[in-house]
């Protein structure tokens, strides 16, 4: 079973710039999760979706980060315009039906650094 | 605020010892904890630990729960260099699977 894939790997930007990251779950996943990784921290919930819908995005800083799974499917992040402090690993997650008693799998992350 | 709280935050064994890490928890409406072993950088899947499944056991690792106290442990024994890693305890509350993660204990096993 193929598992979840994410691209880029990394990315460098500067500050001010925009970024999005692709992420495309295990097939047959209903749940995909964006997260935000700091160094030395644990992931931390951006937004989950399930297929096309927002289940929580209460973490999500709105005011430049936008995500979208239009077809159920893979999904996009966008970081637009990007802070220093936006400088993290993204790791998406994908789940089979999205309930409490599942596991979640992750991708290998982008990590990116703002400049 | 859901919290969970690891420790310790790093610890340093030599090869063949016996580590348990620790993970307690302050959430509402528990249903899950999990652990996850991170090296580099795709957390992987290890327990997951329920009300109605407080053990678990892998080759030389082992979980347990306890609902009591609101904490879980995480036991390796004979310790490999290969199990340095990152580990990290999430909790999965209400109806939606989401994950609350500590901040990880670092381990580092040295031959």
């Known amino acids: 079973e193929a598992g979840v894939a994410q691209s880029p790997r990394y990315k460098i930007i500067e500050k001010r710039q925009s970024v999005a990251f692709w992420c495309n779950p295990i097939s047959g996943h209903a749940t995909l999760y964006w997260y935000q990784q700091i160094l030395g921290q644990g992931p931390k919930l951006l937004i989950q979706?399930?297929?096309?819908?927002?289940?929580?995005d209460s973490q999500l800083p709105k005011d430049r980060f936008s995500a979208e799974r239009l077809k159920g499917v893979d999904s996009t992040l966008k970081i637009q315009p990007a802070k220093l402090e936006d400088s993290a690993v993204y790791l998406c997650a994908s789940s089979l039906a999205g309930t409490s008693l599942e596991t979640q799998y992750f991708g290998p992350g982008t990590r990116l650094l703002v400049l | 605020e859901d919290k969970v709280v690891q420790s310790p935050l790093s610890l340093v064994v030599h090869e063949g010892d016996t580590v348990t890490l620790n993970c307690s928890y302050e959430?509402?409406?528990?249903?899950?904890l999990l652990w996850y072993k991170q090296e580099k950088k795709a957390p992987t899947f290890l327990f997951m630990l329920t009300s109605s499944g407080i053990e678990k056991k892998s080759g030389r690792l082992s979980s347990i729960l306890d609902k009591k106290e609101l904490s879980s442990i995480l036991n390796i024994t004979a310790t490999q260099t290969g199990d340095s890693a990152i580990y990290l305890c999430a909790v999965g509350v209400g109806g939606y699977s989401t994950l609350t993660f500590g901040k990880g204990t670092m381990l580092l096993v040295s031959p």
């Open positions: 979706f399930q297929n096309n819908g927002v289940v929580d």
């Open positions: 959430v509402t409406n528990f249903r899950s």
